[in-house]
């Protein structure tokens, strides 16, 4: 099966793009936070305040003595102190995880998994190398006709 440039790059624009458009929507919003609530974001601790759009992704992190409420469609979250809320697409579906452990067995939990987030990552960068390939690929030195 021959493809032109064209295609492929048609092709690994498509298969990208729900990458990026889950990325940019916000899924939730702060209704308050204290000093010492961050929003972990890309790997960067931001300092909260209320009013702030969440996007999935992101991890609501309370420390010390400081609480959160966070706003869904559907659901409210208020966080306590020294815990931690993931956001992803099912939110209201989770919990927050504290950070204290009781029985010492666990470790500090940070609710969620981006296991949809990974696939949608890999299919993309599977698409972008399919793309690549066929783009570079020397083996037809016909050109296609129109």
Known sequence: MKFSRVTAAIVMASLSSPLFAGAEQSVGKLTAATEGTYVSRSGKLIPASAGQSLFVGDRIVTRGKANAKVAFPGCNYAIAPTSVLSVTASTCASAP????????????????????????LVGALLAIGAGIYVAVDKNNAKPASP
């Not at 995880?97 to 949608?120: H, N, P």
Request: net charge negative; proline share 0%.
């Open 97 to 120: 995880k504290s950070f204290a452990q009781d029985d010492g067995a666990g470790g500090s939990g940070s609710g969620g998994s981006g296991s949809t987030g990974t696939i949608v």
